[in-house]
């Protein structure tokens, strides 16, 4: 719409501004009784030297067009009010012809995203973290592939480190295999934690976990053989919360699989002069972007969660060619990835422009950090079943005939779980709460989800056969603010892939829903009328957005409830 609107203006003022800044400058009033467009004067003021009001008064006599119903001038701009038939209909038009391809771009034709996601750590509880940077970054996956690029997903898992060596002796000396068995993770990261309450009594045992770690580094072969068994059971406990949540990689090479990569690196390092000695340690110095030394290799050799980053990065660049490589971690991690790739860059790779460490913040739980850690743990599948369950509940209250109750009850229970995670900027803290995320009315996934299938059930009882159905143009206010905020959609899919931020499109579905709402209270979508076409043909509009913004954000859309 902005830019038919700059067409028009650009015609007269082509002298002065570009079209791009036109359409930059064009605003959308803040009521919408005060008109659809606006394009403030202030900009034109400084170039002809007169004042903003005068030009506006000016302009709203030299632009003519059908594609204008009013153009006033309201102080400083110049407000217009669209032809609403002549511009819903090529809006429509294109979303019942495009369906879920709309809002698609070309953007990243060719070039190769490689998105760092999820990347728990082996024996470890799956946190309230991993579960953010799995849906946030999942959600950027999906936003990156509709603008056009090609994506790989790696799951960077945390399977290697000293800590394996504790966790290796904390087993043979404590350890019960078939209660590891019976429940991997919660039994090895007892022993775990084990280890460390024994090691502070008894600081010999750090050794005996060094030793154990040196043994799995130089490949030995019980070592091996238990490293290898921790990670497959840690690995199917993790795979039953992928699947709740319907989400797939396209590796799961974590920092393990770079082992055998970490001379190449230090040999690198050493190469371009980068390395140093610091209490026998090897670092490479930051100090000109006043950050601390990265610490590369240890004082006895091993290496460490950066080394194997670094080695990751470069591996990454050689295999996938990537023009952007997206670090989707908690921000207590900024100095880590910070310090990274000042290393990468010391090296002299350009590609280093290309690398984005997108943060995000806590999830609360009364105001403290939720912990999954420790012996007050919430394990975060519990979380996710809990509200699998809720929603089962309220379908079995409300529509107790429905067919695949159970599959629409994960869909509703995980669905509102994600929408919850992602409808705040991701930088944000957000607060845990699995009463508010299931609500039906309010800002919840399941309130999306509720819309999208009430609009279902409409098209269902439709008379005209859908395929048939072609839009004529509707002119009344309700869907009006529909249509304006349908033809947004590529824009915003647009702002949330710039941004690294799936909450754009959350609160632009929110919006949506909202809108679609006030209308279904307002008009009679199946009388039979001269206009029962362009209504069902807006009808199957929304519900085409409103589930592919959801499939955007990993979240599915069932057509009942
Ligand atoms: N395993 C790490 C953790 O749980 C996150 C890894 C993030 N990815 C990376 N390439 N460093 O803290």
Redesign the pocket.
């Known amino acids: 719409m902005k830019t038919y609107y700059a067409d028009v203006l650009s015609k007269v003022l082509y002298e002065h501004l570009s079209h791009e800044k036109i359409v930059q400058l064009i605003e959308t009033p803040k009521y919408e009784t005060h008109g659809d467009l606006a394009f403030p004067c202030f900009e034109l003021a400084k170039v002809l030297k007169k004042s903003p009001v005068q030009i506006a008064n000016e302009l709203v006599e030299q632009i003519h067009s059908d594609i204008f119903s009013k153009v006033e001038a309201v102080g400083p701009y110049v407000n217009v009010f669209l032809n609403r038939k002549e511009i819903s209909i090529p809006i429509i038009e294109e979303i019942l012809q495009k369906k879920e391809k709309y809002g698609s771009s070309i953007e990243g034709k060719g070039q190769t995203i490689v998105v760092?996601l999820s990347?728990?750590?082996i024996a470890k509880p799956f946190?309230m973290?991993?579960l953010r940077s799995t849906v946030i970054g999942n959600s950027i996956c999906q936003i990156a592939q509709k603008v056009g690029y090609q994506t790989v997903g790696i799951n960077?898992?945390?399977d290697w480190g000293t800590q394996f060596g504790k966790l290796m002796y904390a087993y043979l000396t404590w350890g019960d295999e078939a209660k590891v068995k019976a429940s991997p993770i919660k039994e090895l990261n007892k022993l775990y934690v084990y280890f460390h309450e024994m090691a502070q009594d008894n600081p010999a045992l750090e050794n005996e976990g060094r030793i154990w770690f040196k043994k799995l580094e130089e490949g030995d072969e019980e070592a091996t053989r238990l490293w290898t068994w921790f990670r497959e059971v840690s690995l199917k406990d993790f795979q039953r919360i992928y699947d709740l949540l319907d989400v797939q990689f396209d590796s799961y090479n974590g920092e393990a699989f770079f082992n055998d990569k970490m001379d190449d690196v230090v040999r690198l390092l050493e190469e371009k002069n980068l390395l140093i000695e610091s209490d026998g340690a090897k670092v490479v110095d930051l100090s000109e972007y006043n950050l601390p030394p990265c610490l590369i290799k240890k004082s006895d050799g091993a290496t460490l969660?950066a080394t194997r980053?670094l080695a990751?990065a470069i591996y990454r660049q050689n295999t996938y060619h990537f023009s952007q490589a997206i670090?989707v971690?908690?921000g207590e991690?900024a100095l880590?990835f910070q310090q990274f790739f000042h290393v990468l860059e010391k090296m002299g790779y350009d590609w280093v422009k290309g690398m984005k460490y997108v943060p995000f913040g806590l999830m609360m739980k009364d105001g403290k950090k939720m912990s999954t850690r420790k012996g007050k743990t919430i394990l975060l599948e519990e979380v996710l079943q809990e509200a699998i369950g809720l929603s089962k509940k309220n379908i079995q209250e409300k529509n107790p005939d429905l067919s695949n109750a159970d599959e629409v009850a994960r869909q509703v229970g995980v669905g509102a779980v994600i929408f919850h995670d992602l409808k705040n900027e991701r930088t944000n803290n957000c607060e845990f709460s699995l009463e508010s995320m299931l609500k039906p009315e309010g800002e919840t996934g399941p309130y999306i989800q509720y819309t999208h299938a009430r609009a279902c059930s409409i098209l269902r009882k439709s008379s005209i056969a859908l395929d048939k159905i072609h839009f004529n143009g509707l002119t009344d206010d309700y869907s009006w603010t529909i249509i304006k905020l349908l033809e947004q959609f590529p824009e915003i899919i647009s702002r949330a892939f710039h941004r690294y931020e799936p909450s754009v499109i959350s609160k632009y579905l929110l919006d949506l829903a909202q809108s679609f709402n006030k209308y279904y209270g307002q008009v009679r979508v199946l009388e039979v009328d001269e206009q029962i076409h362009s209504r069902l043909a807006l009808l199957v509009a929304v519900v085409t957005v409103l589930a592919e913004g959801l499939r955007l954000l990993g979240i599915q859309a069932p057509q009942e409830m």
């Open positions: 760092d990347s728990p750590n946190s973290g991993h960077h898992l945390g969660y980053d990751a670090y971690v908690g991690q880590h």
